[in-house]
């Protein structure tokens, strides 16, 4: 039989990302980190000194920010970071809360004991973290851990991917990645013991309870989030 010769590998210089796409990557960082905030003009010659790249490049990069949401592209006006509304933050936080209270009952009802000690030991960690110096962000990337196990072990096919869909969408990579949410020890501490009375909920399987406390958590954290929204 002859023997089927390997696929030639991808030449090295193909396997670079185009320059584009790795500007669009640290503006969309800068975004998240707060450093550039929500209405910031970009300028493409400033991006272009600042980055050591051609306008060309920067053109590009603000063009693909803006299929994704995260930067408006205004004719004869140049680019800006995207902004929010307060009736964005309403309308996101009030699907969440209900997808994630859907998610807290059907993991009640329906979890293996692995994934309910998985759950327990991740609430210890975000209950540590509460109590540490733990960063806005490196808070926010626990509860997101929490969430997306309680949304992929719930049993219900479709609502990761629902769940998602949400998490994808510019305007709430925007909220989340500001972590506005758990800027001081007191949030995260609120947040904290949030996710023990679902965790507790949870061990005991009572379904109505683990709904109620995974929509109050969402609520709680959107209040937190309006507040400082409401401030800027």
């Known amino acids: 039989m002859a023997r089927i010769a390997p696929s030639p590998e991808i030449p090295l210089g193909?396997?670079?990302?185009?320059?584009?796409?790795?500007?669009?990557?640290?503006?969309?960082?800068?975004?998240?980190?707060?450093?550039?905030?929500?209405?910031?003009?970009?300028?493409?010659e400033e991006l272009a000194q600042t980055h050591a790249v051609s306008r060309a490049t920067v053109r590009e990069a603000l063009i693909a920010l803006a299929?994704?949401?995260?930067?408006?592209?205004t004719p004869r006006f140049g680019a800006r970071i995207a902004e929010f509304s307060r009736s964005d933050l309403d309308d996101l936080f009030e699907l969440r809360a209900a997808l994630l209270a859907t998610a807290a009952g059907?993991?009640?009802?329906?979890?293996d004991p692995s994934a309910r000690q998985?759950?327990?030991?991740?609430?210890?960690?975000?209950?540590?973290?509460?109590?540490?110096?733990?960063?806005?962000?490196?808070?926010?990337?626990?509860s997101i851990r929490l969430q997306a196990l309680l949304t992929e072990q719930c049993g219900n096919a479709h609502l990761p991917e629902i769940y998602g869909r949400?998490?994808?969408?510019g305007?709430?990579?925007?909220?989340?990645?500001?972590a506005s949410s758990f800027l001081n020890i007191e949030?995260?501490?609120?947040?904290?013991?949030?996710?023990?009375s679902v965790a507790n909920c949870i061990a005991r399987s009572d379904v109505d309870g683990a709904e109620h406390a995974a929509r109050r958590l969402l609520e709680h954290s959107?209040?937190?989030?309006?507040?400082?929204y409401d401030e800027r």
Do not use: C, Y
């Open 106 to 111: 059907r993991f009640a009802r329906t979890a």
């Open 166 to 169: 949400l998490a994808q969408m």
């Open 14 to 44: 193909r396997q670079v990302r185009p320059l584009s796409e790795q500007l669009a990557d640290r503006i969309l960082e800068e975004v998240k980190a707060g450093r550039l905030p929500p209405g910031e003009r970009l300028k493409e």
């Open 171 to 178: 305007t709430w990579q925007l909220i989340r990645g500001q």
């Open 222 to 228: 959107g209040t937190r989030v309006r507040q400082r």
């Open 187 to 196: 949030d995260r501490r609120e947040s904290a013991a949030d996710w023990r």
């Open 67 to 73: 299929r994704q949401g995260h930067v408006v592209r």
């Open 118 to 142: 998985t759950l327990e030991d991740l609430v210890r960690n975000i209950e540590a973290a509460a109590a540490g110096k733990t960063t806005p962000q490196a808070f926010a990337a626990l």
